[in-house]
Nanobody
Framework: QVQLVESGGGLVQPGGSVKLSCAAS????????MGWYRQAPGKQRELVAT???????YYVDSVKGRFTISRDNAKNMLYLQMNNLKPEDTAVYYC????????WGQGTQVTVSS
């Protein structure tokens, strides 16, 4: 059974930081590539970052140098450390495999605003 539970979002001021967590079921976490996605209001969901089981990472250009993706394979946990947040980072953030499974979690809202 696939289960994805995101947490850690909230209201953050520009320039602030937040760390997102994702608890994933073993059936999906065992997949080679895990990723964080986001969906801003009125926009399509987009890939933000990915990480392999051996900790090779990829970031979309807009978050490079500000976001850090990590995973704990023993705990089936995925993380996204987000620093120097900008208003354009406001979105609902989701974790999933990459390519994504058809089942998604509820996501966690990150709002960057003063």
């Amino acid at each position: 059974q696939v289960q994805l539970v995101e947490s850690g979002g909230g209201l953050v001021q520009p320039g602030g930081s937040v760390k997102l967590s994702c608890a994933a079921s073993g059936s999906i976490f065992g997949m080679y590539l895990m990723g964080w996605y986001r969906q801003a209001p009125g926009k399509q969901r987009e890939l933000v970052a990915t990480i392999t089981r051996s900790d090779s990472t990829y970031y979309v250009d807009s978050v490079k140098g500000r976001f850090t993706i990590s995973r704990d394979n023993a705990k089936n946990m995925l993380y996204l450390q987000m620093n120097n947040l900008k208003p354009e980072d406001t979105a609902v953030y989701y974790c999933n495999a990459h390519p994504p499974h058809t089942i998604w979690g509820q996501g966690t809202q990150v709002t960057v605003s003063s």
